[in-house]
């Protein structure tokens, strides 16, 4: 087909049309190339996957799973771009060959594929992010969440501190456990774009070992009971269930036709699943009232920085937005991975040794990883001792 192409102009659909009638006269066209055509799938996978892994602006050229960058795709940088990746690969090959872990039994694609580095999506805002960390160590402030008058005269680190005081999450099992990384997404979840981060958040979860997930209400406009029917039901949810029937409640109020039949007039009392706490969630939702969304949503704008309806994410204190793009599930996964480090592995080995809850061992692991990853990075210090040197 290039051959086709004269003096360097670009391949054109009459170029493919023109080789595919030469070399297959029998052929009908439009069965190869119309958009009801088999092959068409491929080229739809191939775009959907190609925008899933959030490598950027084409062309893209991976070694192993790894990017080239921009300027390593010409035909002068290629080949030594090739080479060198090659010989670093060898290097770990060589030992993982040497310590057992890989052989002839061994499919190497597997191998490489189950490296803890390996992520299904790369996505440069969180890679390139400049984090705001958020001081959640509590002084001796005390306030109440839904007292708004109070909340509003607190600084930064106590209205932190109070947020994080009060908040409730979705966790792998309804008996205890650790969460080694603490999840907040932030949004206003009575509109399409909140809904879809929630929903997303909640696939994470479905396959997390080690997130757990709160929410802070960011609403965009006036608050009333009308704006935020969605939104009382989360909270209402969170207050009153189990995480076993919390979960499907959850991912219900996530979909767009549940939102639509509410706000068309359907009780959301009809949207309770089996099991669930009915009478608790029908009182809880009937007298919850708006002034903790009044609460989140002073949050947002006097320490997050971030105007009212828009989206974020903290992990581990570490905030992520405001986020004009949307957040999917291997974004979330790619998230926890990031902060999974080996500090947090450390933290938690430590806490798992104190006679607390495992809900205050979560918020304690939380609170050392933002405090500590906020400060700035230093190299360590060695004592060294010279033997003396003997002369003969």
């Not at 088999?38 to 959030?54: I, L, W």
């Not at 039994?105 to 597997?110: F, G, I, K, L």
Request: glycine share 4%; charged share 25%; net charge neutral.
């Amino acid at each position: 087909m290039y051959q086709k192409v004269k003096n360097d102009n670009i391949l054109t659909v009459d170029n493919v049309k023109s080789v595919l009638l030469n070399v297959f006269p029998d052929a009908n066209i439009w069965d190869i190339l119309g958009i009801h055509s088999k092959y068409d799938n491929d080229r739809k996978v191939g775009a959907s996957f190609y925008k899933m892994t959030g490598l950027g602006p084409l062309p893209q050229a991976l070694y192993n799973g790894e990017s080239f960058k921009l300027e390593e795709l010409n035909m002068k940088e290629l080949e030594m771009a090739i080479l060198r990746r090659m010989m670093d690969a060898t290097v770990y090959l060589q030992r993982d060959v040497f310590m057992g872990r890989l052989n002839d039994r061994t499919n190497a694609v597997d191998f490489l594929m189950d490296k803890n580095n390996v992520v299904p999506r790369i996505n440069p805002l969180i890679l390139h992010a400049k984090w705001q960390y958020l001081n959640l160590i509590s002084t001796s402030v005390t306030a109440d969440v839904e007292d708004f008058s109070t909340f509003f005269f607190l600084d930064s680190q106590d209205k932190s501190a109070v947020i994080a005081k009060n908040m409730y999450y979705l966790t792998q099992e309804d008996d205890d456990v650790i969460s080694s990384v603490t999840l907040w997404i932030i949004a206003d979840f009575d509109k399409p774009s909140g809904r879809k981060l929630l929903f997303n958040a909640l696939k994470h979860m479905k396959t997390s070992v080690h997130s757990r997930l709160g929410v802070i209400y960011n609403p965009t406009s006036k608050i009333n009971e009308e704006n935020t029917a969605i939104s009382r039901g989360i909270l209402a949810a969170f207050l009153t269930q189990k995480n076993s029937f919390l979960k499907n409640f959850l991912r219900k109020l996530a979909k767009e036709e549940t939102a639509t039949a509410i706000y068309s007039g359907e009780k959301i009392h009809t949207f309770l699943t089996e099991g669930m706490d009915k009478n608790a969630f029908q009182k809880k939702y009937n007298t919850i009232g708006v002034n903790i969304f009044r609460t989140h949503q002073l949050f947002c704008q006097d320490v997050l920085k971030i105007r009212p309806g828009e989206i974020g994410i903290v992990s581990n204190g570490k905030f992520l937005g405001p986020l004009d793009e949307n957040f999917y599930t291997e974004d979330f996964y790619f998230l926890e991975k990031i902060t999974f480090t080996n500090l947090v592995e450390k933290i938690k080995g430590v806490v798992e040794n104190m006679k607390i809850s495992s809900k205050n061992m979560s918020d304690l692991i939380m609170k050392a990883d933002a405090l500590i990853s906020s400060l700035p990075k230093r190299e360590s210090r060695y004592d060294i001792t010279f033997l003396r040197e003997n002369h003969r």
